[in-house]
T-cell receptor, first 115, second 116 residues
């Protein structure tokens, strides 16, 4: 079974631009979560989608948004990029909502550099 | 809000030796999950071990075991017979067990070096 796939793996943008990152969850997984990882702040939760609806949102400005498609694939978008948005963006999937095993399955991440 | 603290930013261990990584957490909930994730240079977070709070028995996965002290809110990871491939960042994480997919709350991580 293929794992969580994130594209692109690396990208460089300049301040003020926008970026879209993509995540394909494990087949059959319907929940997709996004996390931002930086050296200073560590791993922080961005948002979670299930059945094409945002179910949870972390403490990030409105420049960060996302969506989920009917095939469970998800995209996140960051508009008006700032230098501080440079980070590794990790996507994670899980089969369903509800306790289950609690485990999230992570992709390899998209490394965004803002110049 | 829940918090997770890893007090050891870096640790090192000799190959074949045993090392223990510390983690404490703060919560008012009684039902939750605790995890140790490993992040090698390849960046992919890999689950090492999982513990359900309602289970008193400590989880074990091959060379990896935990010491779960619920009252003390402590969740340490012991790696036995350390191997070069164990070198990575290790993150302790907490997750509520309530309905819905609550987010993972991560500690800052411990960088483990394995010395040949």
């Amino acid at each position: 079974k293929a794992g969580v796939t994130q594209t692109p793996r690396y990208l460089i943008k300049t301040r003020g631009q926008q970026v879209t990152l993509s995540c394909s969850p494990i087949s059959g997984h319907r929940s997709v979560s996004w996390y931002q990882q930086t050296p200073g702040q560590g791993l922080q939760f961005l948002f979670e989608y299930f059945s094409e609806t945002q179910r949870n949102k972390g403490n990030f400005p409105g420049r960060f948004s996302g969506r989920q498609f009917s095939n469970s694939r998800s995209e996140m978008n960051v508009s008006t990029l700032e230098l501080g948005d440079s980070a590794l963006y990790l996507c994670a999937s899980s089969p369903r909502r509800g306790p289950g095993t609690g485990e999230l399955f992570f992709g390899e991440g998209s490394r965004l550099t803002v110049l | 809000a829940q918090t997770v603290t890893q007090s050891q930013p870096e640790m090192s261990v000799q190959e074949a030796e045993t090392v223990t990584l510390s983690c404490t957490y703060d919560t008012s909930e009684s039902d939750y999950y605790l995890f140790w994730y490993k992040q090698p240079p390849s960046r992919q977070m890999i689950l090492v071990i999982r513990q359900e709070a309602y289970k008193q028995q400590n989880a074990t996965e091959n060379r990896f075991s935990v010491n779960f002290q619920k009252a003390a809110k402590s969740f340490s990871l012991k790696i036995s017979d350390s191997q070069l491939g164990d070198a990575a960042m290790y993150f302790c994480a907490y997750r509520s067990a309530g309905f819905g997919n609550t987010p993972l709350v991560f500690g800052k991580g411990t960088r483990l070096s394995v010395i040949a």
